[in-house]
């Protein structure tokens, strides 16, 4: 039953964050079509490694897409051609045999490459750092049950909530945005009534940081919300906008 | 031999902690500025303590491996955080939810913590839903909950199948606002190699920044770890690719005991492994067990032809399949513990009743909730996993049945800990997965969020006033002192050590032998005959690893391979003692099934007169034989029964 493929990979290298990168070309051969993407590139490292040779360098931890942090930028789409998922989700078996694959780190002024297609997203700490949170300390807090939550809010927050933090969304971007990222924390906490009560600092906040951080401007393009692996919606955008509107209007 | 002082506070079990709080040492906010506390490990316990210090007045140092400390791996908890809130009215109470957890644990947890663990469950959730955490909610705007494994009461609480995830961002997004305020001072991309003692008590840690790989010293009244289990170990397991062994292996050769480590908790629900170069196994929520039924083909010829790809799951008639958890065990029946679930699973495909192409899995079936309940809701319940296991096999489980089969998931065994969450090295403390202390020798479902953040929000914040009240007049130490001097060398020399071998196997290649052991000899079923050989096995490999392995680069900058064999070097080292402690532990209980040891069902036979004990190893030195100390577990408030599921 098992299929295998041989492909071409097209990979960025670049030693360090100063220096220059460039393309290198890989030929794999018998690579499982139900392996994972990136199985397929520990089998390549595997391949460099014994012909004595550094392996690449590539982001990635929890390998079932919810740690957020693998990062590749493959065929021209974050995450690679398949829907809905993350790069270590993503299989073979979309691929085909003799395929060429190119492979690049994310690229924006915001996430500076490390190494290979390792990129540096501490911006996005630094912008939950600014307001990204409800200002509460731990205990003394009422019962979980005393504030009603109406489902649909409680979903709607849900929705926002899922953001893994990976940055697709700025790396797909062609103004290297982040409003993705940052309406979908503003959503989620404007949406619960635990949140309401400092809406309008956190909008500020987290727009000024994200503003500070060299971040683009949001053109509407849309193509954050169908890079996403957690299908985010840009109608979190919307709701920023609304929400940073009002703060500024207050002042 | 150590003393072991388990420290458990006087008086009645319900009024221990209540006790303790009342009589601890605390220290006065303006002495809590002068304190440094560094918390190694970002996930639930770590980053839920690190802000609450922090909160509290104490100048914290946080480390982590990741790029950020949202990326731990308390992030893919999926199922859900148990607690005794009864909001169903079904029969709850902080004494069943301890007793479930002793029971669940199979007797070889200490009382007095599962009791406090229960004690402060509700407190989570208060402060969780205060952050902004969107847990699942009826229409009537409450909070919704489901059932797991091990309790006949709906006591966990959800956030869809991203519960982990959730509780996570609430602790990473407190820890987020001390780093904005300059109480918390965050490393990323920062591994600890070494801990520093000076006159016998924890004071430092020696790090490697991963991007530069500079070595670093920082300093600390008291050192927190909560840097997560052991369960890598066996190469192939749910954790994350980074998870590790490292800084608990670290405690341990600088005096901190090892408590259990052959409890090892293997989780029934993953997907099947597939192929060779498989390079981790992705978990199915227990909670998927509330909707969905495990079944195999209840004919041999059946299961056959599914295996040949000849017959299809759904064209099985009802009557030809073995709903076999609901057979063997009515009362609870797909709610079973982790343990009796793997263990049943595994008995039905050593049987030959296997499906799948391996003859190594078994299904869960959705078809009778569907039915039932409608499509809709079972996608609102559990979408995110059926679409994630769908990417991966490329089946649609709305369809077809998943197949499942047993993976290590989690590590019950950890560093040992006193009631105060204190190792036996003054001043070093340890939290969350990486300490032994609350699920005895299995951990039932939804338990881990509850103890990790148990550990962070509501225990550790207390018990470490009590041992930094005497500190109150300990000045901030210099790095420069002959302690941090002489383990930054031994570090240098191990590194370069490393480096120079230049042979000729990957360090990949060599772990996955490792795995192939473990899982063979230390895994689901162990035997004295199977140990004894793990454990000239594993020293073989050990022997190859230092003599064969092959790590391009050197020490500066960023070097995947030179961090992936530091860690390995210690999970072989781990394996060993593991596989020490099954064989010392001449019973059955939990995830510790040693087939000598069984009921004439085939359950765990535990054997109280002689093991009801915490086995405390003490490292004596490289290539020398530890020491096994003895904890007694006394059971005061519990009977000590025979599990019983059905």
């Known amino acids: 039953m098992e299929k295998s493929i041989n492909i071409k990979l097209k990979v960025w290298r670049q030693d360090g964050p100063k220096a220059k990168g460039r393309f290198e070309t890989y030929e794999l051969k018998d690579i499982s079509i139900d392996s994972s993407f990136l199985e397929m590139i520990d089998v390549l490292n595997e391949q460099l490694i014994s012909g004595g040779n550094e392996p690449i360098a590539f982001d990635h931890d929890c390998r079932e897409g919810i740690c957020g942090m693998c990062s590749m930028y493959i065929n021209g789409h974050a995450h690679g051609p398949d829907e809905d998922i993350t790069t270590c989700q993503l299989h073979m078996r979309k691929f085909k045999d003799g395929e060429t694959i190119t492979i690049e780190p994310w690229r924006s002024a915001g996430f500076p490459v490390i190494k290979d297609l390792i990129v540096n997203r501490n911006a996005f700490d630094d912008i939950i750092a600014a307001g990204g949170y409800v200002s509460v300390g731990t205990g003394g807090v009422p019962d979980a049950n005393a504030i009603a939550i109406q489902k649909e809010d409680a979903d709607e927050a849900m929705d926002a909530a899922s953001c893994i933090g990976c940055g697709a969304c700025v790396a797909t971007c062609k103004n290297g945005s982040a409003m993705l990222f940052v309406s979908a924390k503003v959503s989620q906490l404007a949406l619960l009534p635990q949140g309401k009560v400092e809406r309008a600092r956190r909008a500020k906040r987290m727009v000024a940081k994200m503003d500070e951080l060299g971040f683009g401007n949001c053109t509407n393009t849309g193509a954050c919300e169908v890079e996403c692996p957690k299908g985010v919606s840009i109608t979190n955008i919307a709701r920023m906008n609304r929400e940073y509107l009002m703060a500024k209007f207050k002042d | 031999m150590t003393k072991i002082d388990a420290k458990i506070p006087e008086g009645d079990l319900t009024q221990k902690w209540t006790n303790y709080k009342n009589h601890q040492n605390l220290v006065n906010p303006s002495n809590k500025r002068r304190l440094d506390i560094i918390v190694v490990g970002t996930g639930l316990a770590g980053a839920s303590a690190a802000a609450s210090l922090a909160e509290m007045g104490f100048k914290v140092k946080s480390f982590t491996i990741q790029d950020s400390p949202r990326r731990a791996h308390s992030i893919a908890a999926q199922g859900g955080i148990n607690a005794a809130k009864n909001y169903p009215n079904d029969g709850d109470s902080v004494y069943r939810l301890f007793y479930d957890t002793i029971k669940g644990g199979d007797y070889r947890a200490r009382e007095a913590n599962v009791y406090r663990l229960a004690e402060v469950s509700n407190s989570i959730i208060d402060q969780c839903v205060a952050q902004g955490v969107p847990f699942a909610r009826e229409y009537g705007g409450q909070l919704d909950n489901r059932s797991f494994g091990g309790a006949q009461v709906s006591r966990t609480f959800y956030a869809r199948g991203q519960t982990g995830q959730q509780l996570l961002l609430g602790a990473y997004q407190a820890l987020m606002r001390q780093v904005n305020e300059k109480n918390v001072e965050l490393h990323t991309r920062t591994e600890l190699v070494e801990i520093v003692k000076i006159e016998g008590k924890a004071r430092g840690i020696i790090t490697r920044d991963l991007v530069t790989g500079k070595l670093e010293r920082h300093f600390g009244h008291a050192v927190v770890l ?344 210690d999970f072989l080292e781990m394996g060993e003692l593991i596989a020490r402690d099954a064989l010392n532990r001449e019973e059955s209980c939990g995830g510790h099934f040693r087939e000598e040891f069984q009921t004439k069902e085939g359950e765990a036979l535990r054997r109280d007169d002689e093991f009801a004990y915490v086995s405390c190893w003490e490292y004596k030195g490289e290539d020398k034989e530890p020491i096994l100390n003895k904890e007694v577990l006394k059971f005061e408030y519990v009977e000590l029964k025979q599990r019983n599921y059905k």
């Not at chain 2, 890598?232 to 259990?260: P, R, V």
């Not at chain 2, 996993?385 to 649609?396: A, G, H, R, T």
């Not at chain 2, 509850?450 to 470490?464: H, K, R, W």
């Open chain 2, 226 to 569: 909560a840097t997560g289990g052991y369960g890598n170990t066996f190469f192939l397991s749910t954790n994350a690719m980074g998870s590790n062994a490292s800084a608990a292996w670290k405690a341990y050769q600088n005096g901190a005991l090892m408590a259990n480590p052959d409890y090892v908790q293997i989780h029934p629900t993953c997907i099947p492994v597939h192929g060779e170069f498989q390079s981790k196994l992705t978990l199915m929520s227990e909670s998927l067990r509330n909707d969905g039924r495990i079944w195999v083909p209840a004919k041999k010829e059946d299961a056959e032809a599914i295996r040949a790809g000849k017959l299809k799951p759904t064209a099985i008639a009802e009557e030809n399949r073995d709903y076999y958890l609901e057979r063997r065990y009515p009362a609870f029946g797909n709610l079973v513990p982790r343990d009796v679930a793997s263990r049943a699973a595994k008995e039905r495909c050593d049987a030959g009743f296997g499906v799948g192409a391996t003859g190594l899995a078994v299904y869960l079936d959705f078809k009778d909730s569907i039915g039932r309940l409608g499509k809709d809701t079972i996608e609102a319940r559990y979408g995110n996993l059926f679409q994630m296991y769908e990417k991966i096999v490329d089946e649609n489980p709305y369809e077809t049945p998943m197949m499942i089969y047993p993976a290590i998931h989690y590590t019950m065994g950890g560093l040992w800990v006193d009631y105060e969450l204190q190792t036996n090295i003054p001043g070093l403390f340890c939290l969350g997965e990486a300490n032994f202390s609350d699920h005895g020798a299995n951990r039932l479902g939804a338990s881990a969020l509850m103890q990790g953040l148990a550990d962070g929000y509501f225990v550790l914040p207390f018990t470490i006033q009590n041992y930094l009240s005497d500190d109150i007049r300990t000045p901030r130490m210099s790095t420069d002192l002959p302690e941090f001097e002489e383990k930054e060398n031994k570090v240098k020399e191990r590194f370069e050590k490393l480096l120079s071998i230049k042979g000729e196997l990957s360090v990949d290649h060599i772990h996955k032998e490792l795995g192939h052991v473990m899982w063979d000899f230390v895994g689901m079923a162990r035997n004295k005959e199977g140990l004894e050989k793990a454990l000239k096995r594993i020293v073989e490999i050990k022997n190859k690893f230092w003599s064969n392995v092959r790590i391009p680069g050197n020490m500066e900058g960023l070097n995947s391979e030179l961090e992936k064999a530091n860690r390995l070097a």
